[in-house]
């Protein structure tokens, strides 16, 4: 199941470890939902009834098309490196970014409103749903594999922009206004 952290910049390791402070410095779930970014847990069941979940999920958000997606040198190849790469280049969306973990493992990394990258593992069953305008990176932990079904709503809007670059954009503000109304 998930668990988040505060990331280390300072901790060893590449992109794929943990990057966790020492001690470790958690973060809720209620953190999280405070700037938009939400949690499920459909844990796999050999009945498919996990995919049932994800359905009414889609009928209440109003998801219309998904994908899936293995991240994997084996299945990859020669785009492997460039992927990672991108998927690692901080970034916004103009709309939300919705990824359950089908199978394996990676790190979604989320900046906070005081803009501090915190660090979301993503395993087996759990989804995770980034909203419009938030900057964020995802990459593959040490396990080097993940199966992602990604869920669109019917007019996806998936070009990354990346940071520097994204600061003026509407969805970004729009984000950012919301943001400071926190309580
Ligand atoms: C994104 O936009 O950051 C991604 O789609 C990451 C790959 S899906 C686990
Ligand atoms: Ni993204």
Redo the contacts with the bound molecule.
Sequence with gaps: MVAAWAYDESAPGDQRAPHQHTPNRPVSLDYLAKFGVLYYYFPHQEDGSHLEKIEALCRERDYKNRDS?T?SKEKMGDVYDSKLKM?FQE?I?EDE?I?Y?LDGS?Y?DVRDPQDKWIRVA?TKGDCIILPAGIY???TLDESNY?Q?M?LFKDDPK?T?INRPGADENSYRKEYVEKISKLP
């Design positions: 997606l991240i998927f970034h969306h970014e990824r973990c990676g979604f993503w964020h990176r995802f993940a992602a990604r998936w990354p």
